[in-house]
């Protein structure tokens, strides 16, 4: 891996190694209790230190190394990792209540610098949200953004389907470390946006690989609170009442994102969130032209 350099404030500059920080964050996350939040909160305490400042340089080394080993196991040959402070970490990340320091990446980084917008909602949508979902997204396409979504069932798919449709970028962010796919039925498609787009991945994979299906299933909501701060806005097609996607939608309204709510949601009798989320500063909006006109009035 590529060394980068440490982003400082007028100190001088000390080369960072990607595999040194990739071992040292997984043996943060090895530990009794880590969470997003607590490993989080150890950076606040220690604003200055990267992972490797916190963890004996002998486990980050031999963290990394099974790391590497298992990930190539996965057919994961090529990959990046983006660390707080060093290289090109979107600062814009910081926005999130526990941000994270080390991100997994496969394909183009620089998309995440592109304005784009999060298109989700939920995994088993009606034919009119797949079709909306599909007009949705032609229209953000058409005027310049793209498209970041969780590669998960129902309206996600139909997201970065409909991007690659039209020969646009999408983006995805997984609740899976790289190399594993979920659904299992998204596996090709996940290949194909690693290759030609961009794939990231916040989740441990060592952890990943030592704990119970039911506790990994945490890292789904997590990743939607890293989507809603790499995005600009977050659009919300449909969504039932439990759903994850509302995890992002007050995700997105704590990091001062715009979060849009389709009208046909409001509609709907069984639902109670739309309308505690626009109590809350959420958008109402009826057509994609609405939604492009409140998205440039953001500048």
């Known amino acids: 891996m590529t060394q980068l350099l440490l982003q400082n404030n007028g100190a001088s500059l000390r080369s960072v190694s990607p595999y040194l920080e990739m071992g040292a964050y997984e043996v943060l996350w090895a530990q009794e209790g880590a969470t997003f939040k607590t490993i989080a909160d150890r950076f606040r305490k220690e604003p200055d230190a990267l992972p490797s400042d916190l963890v004996p340089g002998t486990e980050a080394e031999k963290m990394a190394a099974w790391v590497l080993d298992h990930l190539r196991g996965l057919g994961v040959a090529r990959f990046g990792v983006c660390v707080h402070r060093a290289g090109e970490y979107p600062q814009k990340l910081r926005d999130a209540r526990h941000p994270v320091e080390l991100l997994y990446y496969r394909g183009i980084w620089n998309l995440v610098e592109a304005p784009s917008v999060a298109v ?7 034919a009119e949200g797949i079709r909306r979902t599909r007009q949705l997204v032609r229209g953000l396409v058409q005027a310049g953004y793209t498209v970041v979504s969780g590669l998960a069932e129902g309206i996600d798919t139909t997201a970065h389907g409909k991007a690659l449709e039209l020969g646009a970028p999408t983006l995805a962010v997984i609740g899976t470390p790289l190399g594993k796919a979920f659904p299992a039925s998204n596996r090709e498609l996940q290949a194909r946006l ?36 790499l995005t600009q806005a977050t659009v919300i097609v449909e969504a039932g009442e439990t759903s994850g996607t509302l995890v992002q939608a007050r995700a997105a309204l704590h990091q001062g ?13 069984d639902l109670t969130w739309p309308p505690r989320f626009e109590a809350r500063g959420a958008i109402r909006f009826r057509s994609t032209e609405q939604l492009i006109e409140a998205l440039r009035d953001d500048g």
């Not at 715009?258 to 009798?269: P, T, V």
């Open 194 to 229: 690693a290759r030609d787009h961009l794939v990231i991945s916040q989740v441990p994979v060592y952890r990943y690989e030592q704990q119970q299906i039911s506790q990994n299933r945490l890292f789904f909501p997590e990743r939607n609170v890293t989507m809603a701060a």
């Open 120 to 126: 989700v909602g939920t995994r088993k949508p009606s």
């Open 257 to 269: 994102r715009k979060l849009f709510i389709m009208e046909s949601a409001f509609q709907r009798q």
